[in-house]
T-cell receptor
Framework: EDKVVQSPLSLVVHEGDTVTLNCSYE??????LLWYKQEKKAPTFLFMLTSSGIEKKSGRLSSILDKKELFSILNITATQTGDSAIYLCAVEMDSNYQLIWGAGTKLIIKP | GAVVSQHPSWVICKSGTSVKIECRSLDFQATTMFWYRQFPKQSLMLMATSNEGSKATYEQGVEKDKFLINHASLTLSTLTVTSAHPEDSSFYIC?????????FGPGTRLTVL
């Protein structure tokens, strides 16, 4: 059965800390892995990863994919209260482009 | 965990036809469901919020006569794209609220020729 597992489920840190969010997957037809940030009802696109070992970076956020070990991490450095959100990971299937979603990691940044 | 399914996973239709997409919460009841549209490498765009037994609330710029939403039961919401045109081709995703969380469906790819 195809699945995506995110860890931790919830994380509370202080402003300025660095956090690493994990996403592991088991899918039969992998096409890409996507990271989203959800603050309200509509997730905001962060990264799309297709190749192993190539880090994608956007400001204080970065992400990398390991297709051998079947996981991805999302790193946030120098966290700010505005980073508080649910971070979602989804794997896009190669066969039909459908998405398998992780349960999300709820990140709370305390001032 | 809670599961949300969508059907069909991929539909190809001719311009001018109507297409219905189903969103089901499989093991929980969802009083509220959401419909999104997604373009490649972009954020999900919220189209409408669907509440069981009442009319859907559409986001600004979304034509309610074009995208008909019905939430007839606590486990099923449908999105009908009426008189579909090539510009309606997109990936449509639904989500359902349950256990104070939001669970996303796998999406439906619509291709209008």
């Amino acid at each position: 059965e195809d699945k995506v597992v995110q860890s931790p489920l919830s994380l509370v840190v202080h402003e300025g800390d660095t956090v690493t969010l994990n996403c592991s997957y088991e899918v039969t037809n992998f096409r890409s892995l996507l990271w989203y940030k959800q603050e309200k009802k509509a997730p905001t696109f962060l990264f799309m990863l297709t190749s192993s070992g190539i880090e994608k970076k956007s400001g204080r956020l970065s992400s990398i994919l390991d297709k051998k070990e079947l996981f991805s991490i999302l790193n946030i450095t120098a966290t700010q209260t505005g980073d508080s959100a649910i971070y979602l990971c989804a794997v896009e299937m190669d066969s039909n482009y459908q998405l398998i979603w992780g349960a999300g990691t709820k990140l709370i940044i305390k001032p | 965990g809670a599961v949300v399914s969508q059907h069909p996973s991929w539909v190809i239709c001719k311009s001018g036809t109507s297409v219905k997409i189903e969103c089901r919460s499989l093991d929980f009841q969802a009083t509220t469901m959401f419909w999104y549209r997604q373009f490649p490498k972009q954020s999900l765009m919220l189209m409408a919020t669907s509440n069981e037994g009442s009319k859907a609330t559409y986001e600004q710029g979304v034509e309610k006569d074009k995208f008909l939403i019905n939430h007839a039961s606590l486990t099923l919401s449908t999105l009908t794209v009426t008189s579909a045109h090539p510009e309606d081709s997109s990936f449509y995703i639904c989500s359902a609220e349950g256990f104070n969380e939001q669970f996303f469906g796998p999406g439906t790819r619509l291709t209008v020729l």
